[in-house]
């Protein structure tokens, strides 16, 4: 992960994996793993297991869409808050466009998820989902490149601004 958030995954080869692991030689890697894409694949799996488990677990406790929403915004930025590393490496396989099946590890279909529910509850305006949760994902996806060139980012700052932003944008208009 070190290797290809750092590197690249272009540069990310085993010799520079076995480099950064102190080993002195690929065999290691390749006895786990069948070449590249496999272990690009564990890395991605285990991203998105992380980022599933640690979001999961803040949005699960809450018992309202609104609170939901706002708590997916400031968990998904606390967590790449916390492991740049990880995110950074996601977002360079993503970019790669190695491997097809991982453009669902951006889906917005939890977020979409949220918004009918608060819908349905009359909790946020009538506005279309997809399009929503699409918006509110891409707001959080950049934000390891965006890191890279502003790494002293107040990231509380931001996540606030992204829950004032979506709390606005899903509102119910109560003078209509």
Do not use: C, N, W
């Amino acid at each position: 992960m070190q290797v290809i958030g750092s590197d690249g995954y272009a540069q990310a080869t085993y010799a520079r994996i076995a480099a950064h692991a102190g080993l002195s030689s690929t065999r290691l890697i390749s006895y786990h793993f069948a070449d590249k894409d496999d272990l690009v694949a564990a890395v991605v799996e285990d991203v998105i297991t992380r980022i599933g488990e640690f979001v999961g677990a803040r949005v699960g406790v809450e018992v309202t869409a609104a609170g939901q929403l706002d708590t997916y915004l400031e968990s998904v930025v606390a967590y790449i808050s916390r492991d740049r590393v990880r995110m950074r490496a996601l977002m360079e396989v993503l970019l790669a466009g190695v491997l097809p099946d991982l453009a669902r590890a951006a889906d917005a279909g939890p977020v979409e998820g949220i918004l009918r529910r608060g819908q349905a509850a009359g909790e946020f305006r009538d506005f279309d989902p997809f399009v929503m949760a699409t918006t509110i994902q891409r707001s959080v996806d950049g934000l390891p490149f965006l890191l890279e060139g502003t790494p002293e980012l107040d990231l509380e700052a931001y996540a606030r601004e992204l829950v004032t932003l979506f709390r606005l944008a899903t509102k119910v208009d109560t003078h209509g």
